[in-house]
């Protein structure tokens, strides 16, 4: 079965600083999806960014970006000038066809002012 | 585009009552999919549905817990009877035919067992 481990509960983070939250999953899969969603306070699950596994390279949003490091099973994710708006729970997810989506434990990001 | 609705959007219930949960998906998305959000972790997946037939219902607690997709739009779940333990934040989520990745959900329904 496939598992997804974020290893950081909570983060913190200066407003207009970077941030990377970490993310590492196993897999016996070689085509796959991976996904950052965010979750704010009022629950609403909303996609950030999402990967390819058969693309090398790493996905961009805007602000929001990837380090996808297949062979190590690791995806991060970073957000770079952080904004007061970013505060949310970040849950890393795994994906493939046939599968249901797992997801991570979770990872609480603070904004600081 | 309107997104999947949920309602309730909280619930109080004592232990061994009944409840339900109803969801609507964003209209088209084939796929239903039901999720139990223990607070502080990250969701699991109850059941899957794909039009009005279960695709997967694995985790589901089935001497407590019943979900049904009539006509393959609106769901139902429900639980009886509630125990302590099924507190919990319940997500519907729904996905186009199509697109096989990407899920969008609903705000979910906040629920207490007391």
């Known amino acids: 079965a496939q598992t997804v481990t974020q290893s950081q509960p909570e983060m913190s983070v200066q407003e207009a600083e970077t941030v990377t939250l970490s993310c590492t999953y196993d897999t016996s899969e070689s085509d796959y999806y991976l996904f950052w969603y965010k979750q704010p306070p009022s629950r609403q699950m909303i996609l950030v960014i999402r990967?390819?596994?058969?693309?090398?390279q790493n996905a961009t949003e805007n602000r929001f970006s990837v380090n996808f490091q297949k062979a190590a099973k690791s995806f991060s994710l970073k957000i770079s000038d952080s904004q007061l708006g970013d505060a949310a729970m970040y849950f890393c997810a795994y994906y493939n066809a046939g599968n249901m989506l797992t997801f991570g434990g979770g990872t609480r990001l603070m904004v600081k002012p | 585009e309107a997104g999947v609705a949920q309602s309730p959007r909280y619930k109080i219930i004592e232990k061994r009552q009944s409840v339900a949960f109803w969801c609507n998906p964003i209209?088209?998305?084939?796929?239903l999919y039901w999720y139990q959000q223990i607070l502080g972790q990250g969701p699991k997946l109850l059941i899957q549905?794909?039009?009005?037939?279960?695709?997967?219902d694995s985790q589901l607690p089935k001497d407590r817990f019943s979900a049904e997709r009539l006509k393959g739009v609106d769901s139902t779940l429900k639980i009886q009877p509630a125990k302590l333990e099924d507190s919990a934040v319940y997500l519907c989520?729904?996905?186009?035919?199509?697109?096989?990745?990407?899920?969008?959900f609903g705000p979910g329904t906040r629920l207490t067992v007391t």
């Open positions: 209209s088209g998305h084939a796929t």
């Open positions: 989520a729904s996905r186009r035919r199509d697109v096989s990745y990407e899920q969008y």
């Open positions: 549905f794909q039009n009005n037939g279960v695709v997967d």
């Open positions: 990967q390819e596994a058969y693309k090398q």
